[in-house]
C-alpha cells in the first residue's frame, strides 16, 4: 500500500529554508523601517524650518511650539522647540521606533546645543545617517 504525502525529510528542509530566508529578510526589514523612520524626522523638520520662516514674516518671533505654528507633524513624532527668540531657533524630532536616534536643526543665534546632533545652521542633522 503506497500513502500519499510529504516525509519527515522533506518537510525539515522546507522549514530550514524558510528559517533562511527569515534570518535574511527581518534584518533587511528593520533597516528600512530605521531609514524611512529617519526620512520622516528630516521631512517634519523641514517642514518646521519653512512654517517658522512664515510665523517670522507675520510675527517677528519664532514660534515656540508646533502648536502654534498650526503644523501637523507625522504620526508619533515628536518635535520639540528647544530654543527661540527673535533671532534664531533650535529643534531636535524624536520616534519612538528609534530608540538612540534623532534628528536636529537650528536657525540663526540659537545655540547648535539645543539642536543635538545638528553642527551647522540651517541644516538637518541626524545621529544616523
Not at 504525502?5 to 528542509?13: K, N, P, V
Not at 530605521?34 to 524626522?41: M, N, T, V
Not at 537650528?106 to 545638528?118: E, F, K, R
Request: glycine share 6%; hydrophobic share 45%.
Amino acid at each position: 500500500m503506497k500513502r500519499a504525502g510529504f516525509t519527515l525529510i522533506e518537510l525539515l528542509i522546507v522549514v530550514v529554508v524558510i528559517g533562511i530566508l527569515a534570518a535574511i529578510a527581518i534584518p533587511k526589514y528593520n533597516s528600512m523601517r530605521d531609514k524611512a523612520l529617519l526620512s520622516a524626522l528630516r521631512s517634519d523638520l523641514a517642514n518646521l524650518a519653512i512654517t517658522q520662516e512664515a510665523y517670522y514674516d507675520d510675527n517677528y518671533v519664532y514660534a515656540a511650539n508646533t502648536t502654534s505654528l498650526g503644523m501637523t507633524v507625522t504620526r508619533d513624532v515628536s518635535i520639540a522647540i528647544n530654543e527661540s527668540t527673535s533671532s534664531g531657533w533650535a529643534a531636535t524630532a524624536t520616534h519612538p521606533g528609534l530608540a538612540s536616534d534623532n534628528c536636529g536643526i537650528y536657525h540663526g543665534n540659537a545655540s547648535s546645543a539645543n539642536a543635538s546632533p545638528a553642527t551647522q545652521p540651517g541644516i538637518i542633522y541626524c545621529t544616523k545617517n
